[in-house]
């Protein structure tokens, strides 16, 4: 929110740990955590429920029909101090996660283990970034997993990995000025080509030409990534 422009609107409110819930999307169930571990003081409601305090806001330049939306993301939730604004972020991330609801074979730990033990063997040092609940180089995993659930199983793990070299490229690129893994002007148009292959069972990942190669990536095996899957 623009710190800058004036806020109107109600004061502080009760409401129910549902709603509360509702406006952090979390759970119902998260919020009560909270409330038993102290993170959340509430107070006794009529019926014995507890009620947590909010405030609501909107812009002052927002009209009449914005008031569905008066509980802005810049509410304040009186927490303890516990409860920061980073755990609150990562419950709401390991939700997020939760409603993609892939139920296909492959294994959602594992492809992003993989893929990101591969880039970081080849990023410049100062560059690596280690995955996030699901987030590798900027691609967000399970969310691929769940879009792409109607696609062959190689074709989608190939997929994702050309996804996540394009953004490493661009990421890296952000530090060194140069169209990473290429020199600037080794290219029409910049950065590299990005290519991958299905075969003999595993999925073979490069930048650059397929013939000469800029760079290429350890491949990954179909297997490796498949629920169940045990390295001998």
């Known amino acids: 929110m623009d710190e800058q422009m004036p806020l109107a609107g109600s004061g502080p409110r009760l ?12 759970t119902e169930d998260d919020v009560r955590e909270w409330i038993g571990q102290g993170k959340l003081p509430f107070e006794p409601g009529p019926d014995g429920e507890p009620l947590l305090r909010i405030t609501e806001e ?12 008066a509980i802005s993301a810049s509410l304040v939730f009186y927490s303890t101090g516990e409860l920061t604004r980073e755990k609150l ?25 993989a893929l990101s033990r591969r880039m970081a063997a080849v990023v410049p040092d100062g560059s690596e970034e280690a995955p996030h609940q699901g987030v590798v180089y900027g691609v967000d995993v399970p969310a691929a997993l769940a ?12 997929g994702i990995a050309e996804r996540v070299m394009e953004s490493a490229s661009e990421r890296v690129a952000d530090d060194t000025a140069e169209p990473w893994p290429a020199r600037a002007g080794q290219f029409e148009g910049g950065f590299p080509p990005v ?31 498949l629920t169940g899957f045990t390295a001998s």
């Open 15 to 26: 409401v129910s740990p549902a709603e509360f819930a509702a406006v952090l999307r979390v």
């Open 58 to 69: 909107r812009r002052a330049d927002e009209g009449p029909s914005d008031a569905a939306a």
């Open 147 to 158: 879009g792409g659930e109607d696609r062959g199983v190689e074709e989608l793990v190939a």
């Open 89 to 113: 972020d990562g419950r709401r991330r390991e939700r997020q996660v939760e409603s993609y609801d892939y139920d296909g074979p492959i294994d959602l730990g594992a492809l992003v283990a």
């Open 195 to 225: 290519g991958t292959e299905v075969r003999d069972g595993a999925v073979w990942m490069w930048w650059g030409l397929r013939e000469s190669p800029v760079l290429e990536l350890e491949p990954l095996l179909i297997e490796e990534v």
